[in-house]
């Protein structure tokens, strides 16, 4: 299975900063990678897919680049509901996976 | 309003059974694939299985394969998720997800999800 690693594991930001995640995958992926917000008692929210492509309804600020390993998801103007934890899933081959998460925090 | 609702989790013995169910309302649930997350205690997020339209494909995370079935009936618009030797490990939230062919293979609405504990 295709291993992937983010990084940091952790960060803490103040509102308006700009947030950068990176997330790489063990083999190349082409752009088959999303990325998803997930919070307390809420269901998984979809951010991004095919590694750039804003979801409908997703804030701007949330912006993807990327491809074959290395992939990057960037909040610009961070805001104080972006308090999370972010996931990137590749959907390149089964079995799917999922990287560790990056939980962001609010200053 | 597109939605997909989980049920059927609860407390199981290690080594027993338990079948999840999913109802999805709001689209053509014949027309996508659909897929099963779950989220430990404290851990990350792990895809667990999915399964093709009309259930001819199927496949399954590593740590769950063999034990656990995924299947559907479109006629009633559900998902199910048959879970067997169950493991203290397979306690989660387990979440359903529509899963959306376009460019690349996207899970666009998710469930609130349903907790399944695994102790004795």
């Known amino acids: 299975a295709i291993q992937m690693t983010q990084s940091p594991s952790s960060l803490s930001a103040s509102v308006g900063d700009r947030v950068t995640i990176t997330c790489r995958a063990s083999q190349g992926i082409r752009n088959d990678l999303g990325w998803y917000q997930l919070k307390p008692g809420r269901a998984p929210k979809l951010l991004i897919y095919a590694a750039s492509t804003l979801q409908n309804g997703v804030p701007s600020r949330f912006s993807g680049s990327g491809s074959d390993t290395d992939f990057t998801l960037t909040i610009n103007s961070l805001q104080p509901e972006d308090s999370a934890t972010y996931y990137c899933l590749q959907d390149y081959n089964y079995p799917f996976t999922f990287g560790p998460g990056t939980k962001v925090d609010i200053k | 309003e597109v939605q997909v609702v989980e049920s059927g989790g609860g407390l199981v013995q290690p080594g027993g059974s338990l079948r999840l169910s999913c109802a999805g309302s709001?689209?053509?649930?014949?027309?996508?694939?659909m897929t099963w997350v779950r989220r430990a205690p404290g851990k990350g997020l792990e895809w667990v299985a999915n399964i093709k339209q009309d259930g001819s494909e199927r496949y399954y995370g590593d740590s769950v394969k063999g034990r656990f079935t995924i299947s559907r009936d479109n006629a009633r618009n559900s998902l199910y998720l048959q879970m067997n030797s169950l493991r203290a490990e397979d306690t989660a939230v387990y979440y359903c997800?529509?899963?959306?062919?376009?460019?690349?293979?996207?899970?666009?609405?998710w469930g609130q999800g349903t907790l399944v504990t695994v102790s004795s």
């Open positions: 997800a529509r899963e959306r062919e376009i460019q690349g293979n996207l899970l666009d609405y």
């Open positions: 709001g689209f053509i649930f014949s027309t996508y694939w």
